[in-house]
Nanobody, 126 residues
Framework: QVQLVESGGGLVQAGGSLRLSCAVS????????LGWFRQAPGKERNVVAT????????YHADSVRGRFTISKDRAKNTLYLQMNSLKPEDSAVYYC???????????????????WGQGTQVTVSS
């Protein structure tokens, strides 16, 4: 089992910044992919960014590329999402998720992730 606990959400004005954190614990997850997903009310859960726990492979969705940055601190077992130039449409519950490399090779598909955090609310006011 892998446990994921997000923190860092909140209310921010448009143009502002937030940094989300996700504490990762549990079984060995060195061969895992971790990701940030978000879900707004009435909408599907979509990928924001993904990163390999080992190595430097990252992916950022088009909607956030250039504004958000996913990163990790392996010494602290923590995943981060730095969010800059926030827009009202970025408002959503943000989830941290983890999966291994077996199964689907579509790492942007939320249904391929086995482990999820409880989510943290991000609200961007205009």
């Amino acid at each position: 089992q892998v446990q994921l606990v997000e923190s860092g959400g909140g209310l921010v004005q448009a143009g502002g910044s937030l940094r989300l954190s996700c504490a990762v614990s549990g079984r060995t997850f060195s061969h895992y992919i971790l990701g940030w997903f978000r879900q707004a009310p009435g909408k599907e859960r979509n990928v924001v960014a993904t990163i390999s726990w080992i190595g430097e492979n990252t992916y950022h969705a088009d909607s956030v590329r250039g504004r958000f940055t996913i990163s990790k601190d392996r010494a602290k077992n923590t995943l981060y999402l730095q969010m800059n130039s926030l827009k009202p449409e970025d408002s959503a519950v943000y989830y941290c998720a983890a999966r291994d490399y077996t199964g689907s090779r579509d790492y942007t598909d939320p249904t391929s992730y086995n482990y999820w955090g409880q989510g943290t609310q991000v609200t961007v006011s205009s």
